[in-house]
T-cell receptor, first 115, second 112 residues
Framework: ETGVTQTPRHLVMGMTNKKSLKCEQHLGHNAMYWYKQSAKKPLELMFVYNFKEQTENNSVPSRFSPECPNSSHLFLHLHTLQPEDSALYLC??????????????FGEGSWLTVV | GDSVTQMEGPVTLSEEAFLTINCTYTATGYPSLFWYVQYPGEGLQLLLKATKADDKGSNKGFEATYRKETTSFHLEKGSVQVSDSAVYFCALIKEEGNKLVFGAGTILRVKS
């Protein structure tokens, strides 16, 4: 139990479907993140939310749409995905303190397969 | 730019062998350094961290020391178990920042 819960753990969707990934953190943190982990590629930071405001969009295609309604919840809305978008999507959270030692905690991930 | 370099794997060891996974970094200032572990089919778990030079992070028998002079944060364990088989990621965060810079990951396989 990491304090960051992701659902669903596994998702198979067609290229014309619309689905969403959900993340909830129970750690009282004020920053949340989406990362993508593809086979044989480095971990990629997708989005960063600080205090519910998006502060980073790492050139992510618009078919991925994040939403952060409050500091505990983060969604990733998926629409018209491509097979190459199949990957493990990791949510994470941290407490921004303005000092060094910011530690990021990850969820178990959502395995996405696009068919 | 900032970067983390890890030794390439896979690393294959017998149970109870000594483990070292090398990690070096490039960054200005004094970043915080981390080791994360990813067991098969799971997300990333924080294994240990160090926030300043000469700090030693330790957890579950693993340890790593923040060496500013060699810009290194090598992971060690005295006696590995089959259950330690996983992918290990070295990472850094800049001072007052919140973006992790990851190494490529090192696969560890421990045989009984």
């Amino acid at each position: 139990e990491t304090g960051v819960t992701q659902t669903p753990r596994h998702l198979v969707m067609g290229m014309t479907n619309k689905k969403s990934l959900k993340c909830e953190q129970h750690l009282g943190h004020n920053a949340m993140y989406w990362y993508k982990q593809s086979a044989k590629k480095p971990l990629e930071l997708m989005f960063v939310y600080n205090f519910k405001e998006q502060t980073e969009n790492n050139s992510v295609p618009s078919r991925f749409s994040p939403e952060c309604p409050n500091s505990s919840h983060l969604f990733l809305h998926l629409h018209t995905l491509q097979p190459e978008d199949s990957a493990l999507y990791l949510c994470a959270s941290s407490q921004l303190t303005g000092h060094s030692g910011n530690t990021i905690y990850f969820g178990e991930g959502s395995w996405l397969t696009v068919v | 730019g900032d970067s983390v370099t890890q030794m390439e794997g896979p690393v294959t060891l017998s149970e109870e062998a000594f483990l070292t996974i090398n990690c070096t970094y490039t960054a200005t200032g004094y970043p915080s350094l981390f080791w994360y572990v990813q067991y098969p089919g799971e997300g990333l778990q924080l294994l240990l961290k160090a926030t300043k030079a000469d700090d030693k992070g330790s957890n579950k028998g693993f340890e790593a020391t923040y060496r500013k002079e060699t810009t290194s944060f090598h992971l060690e364990k005295g006696s590995v178990q089959v259950s330690d088989s996983a992918v290990y990621f070295c990472a850094l965060i800049k001072e007052e920042g919140n973006k992790l810079v990851f190494g490529a990951g090192t696969i560890l396989r421990v045989k009984s």
